[in-house]
């Protein structure tokens, strides 16, 4: 039997929740195709509509608009869903899925068009687990305030001021350091 995880995209929050649907709550989306409209009844979220925006099989590939049905093909693409193009005008092949939903998509992306009662955000409690909000509250502890951030760059200047200084070294040219090398041994031997 097919299993589906949902990611339904919320207009009004900007956010995404993930859904994961199998079994009977599955059947309905079967056959469905990029644009139609679903009830949120038939997955246990009563009072909401969506529309499928799209979707990807167990392979990774996208679902296109402009492929029809339960298909996987290569096509030359120029831009959209199935490629990240930044040159104009540069086509690629790339492999896409079809329009329709069948047993082997896992993702399938929605769209709120119509909300019902409860959040969208709110999971559902396991059992044996009081609800969300018989929890007691857990103690916060405080942290120590931070400091603004033109304090801290004010710290970091006086600390770099308050380094010594150390006096650079000036390095000789690769060819001096030669002669020198040579003249060192010289001299040792006159010495003794």
Same mark, same amino acid.
């Given at each position: 039997?097919?299993? =589906?995880?949902?990611?339904?995209?919320?207009?009004?929050?900007?956010?995404?929740?993930?859904? $994961? $649907?199998?079994?009977?709550?599955?059947?309905?989306?079967?056959?469905?195709?990029?644009?139609?409209?679903?009830?949120?009844?038939? =997955? @246990?979220?009563?009072?909401?509509?969506?529309?499928?925006?799209?979707?990807? @099989?167990?392979?990774? =590939?996208?679902?296109?608009?402009?492929?029809?049905?339960?298909?996987?093909?290569?096509?030359?693409?120029?831009?959209?869903?199935?490629?990240?193009?930044?040159?104009?005008?540069?086509?690629?092949?790339? /492999? $896409?899925?079809?329009?329709?939903?069948?047993?082997?998509? /896992?993702?399938?992306?929605?769209?709120?068009?119509?909300?019902?009662?409860?959040?969208?955000?709110?999971? *559902?409690?396991?059992?044996?687990?009081?609800?969300?909000?018989?929890?007691?509250?857990?103690?916060?502890?405080?942290?120590?305030?931070?400091?603004? %951030?033109?304090?801290?760059?004010? @710290?970091?200047?006086?600390? $770099?001021? /308050? !380094?010594? %200084?150390?006096?650079?070294?000036?390095?000789?040219?690769?060819?001096?350091?030669? !002669?020198?090398?040579?003249?060192? *041994?010289?001299?040792?031997?006159?010495? !003794?």
């Amino acid at each position: 039997m097919a299993e =589906f995880k949902l990611v339904i995209a919320d207009p009004k929050t900007g956010k995404c929740h993930q859904k $994961v $649907v199998q079994g009977e709550n599955a059947r309905p989306l079967v056959g469905k195709k990029i644009g139609d409209k679903l009830r949120g009844e038939s =997955f @246990d979220m009563s009072g909401y509509e969506f529309e499928i925006t799209g979707g990807a @099989d167990y392979c990774g =590939f996208p679902m296109r608009r402009d492929i029809e049905g339960p298909v996987r093909k290569k096509i030359l693409i120029v831009k959209g869903v199935g490629i990240r193009n930044k040159e104009q005008g540069i086509r690629k092949r790339k /492999t $896409v899925c079809g329009n329709t939903i069948h047993d082997r998509i /896992t993702q399938v992306c929605l769209k709120v068009i119509k909300y019902g009662k409860k959040p969208l955000d709110e999971k *559902p409690a396991a059992e044996g687990e009081p609800p969300a909000e018989a929890k007691p509250a857990e103690k916060k502890e405080e942290k120590p305030k931070e400091k603004p %951030a033109e304090q801290k760059k004010e @710290d970091k200047k006086q600390e $770099v001021k /308050t !380094e010594p %200084a150390e006096p650079k070294k000036e390095e000789k040219p690769a060819e001096e350091k030669k !002669e020198e090398a040579k003249k060192e *041994p010289e001299s040792a031997g006159k010495k !003794e």
